[in-house]
């Protein structure tokens, strides 16, 4: 299973950025779906996660900046995405992607995590 993430880059406080996600390879299903972000010198922290029901969670940090729809996912094409607005510097870190993905049926879930995307929030 290979996740892609995809949508980073440099932004100017207050700014937005959208991202992407793609999960590829063989597997037999998806169930929740995450970003997890790491600044410099942190351990790395939840941000945002969608279960395979639509319901979400947002990390404190976010909230108020974050919509409860800022997190989506489109089961067709096994992508999650992110939006994220309001963006400030301590927002700065590589943000991951998870998945908790299937291989076969009987199996269990098992956490599938992308190379990570650079997010910098900077004037």
């Known amino acids: 299973v290979h996740l892609v993430e995809s949508g980073g880059g440099l932004v100017q406080p207050g700014g937005s950025l959208r991202l992407s996600c793609a999960a590829s390879g063989s597997f037999l299903s998806i169930n929740g779906m995450g970003w997890y972000r790491q600044a410099p010198g942190k351990e790395r922290e939840l941000v945002a996660r969608i279960t395979s029901t639509d319901s979400t969670n947002y990390a404190d940090s976010v909230k108020g900046r974050f919509t409860i729809s800022s997190i989506s996912r489109d089961n067709a094409k096994n992508m999650v995405y992110l939006q994220m607005n309001g963006l400030n510097p301590e927002d700065t870190a590589v943000y991951y992607c998870?998945?908790?993905?299937?291989?076969?049926?009987?199996?269990?879930?098992?956490?599938?995590w992308g190379q990570g995307t650079q997010v910098t929030v900077s004037s």
């Open positions: 998870n998945a908790e993905v299937r291989l076969f049926y009987g199996g269990n879930y098992y956490p599938a």
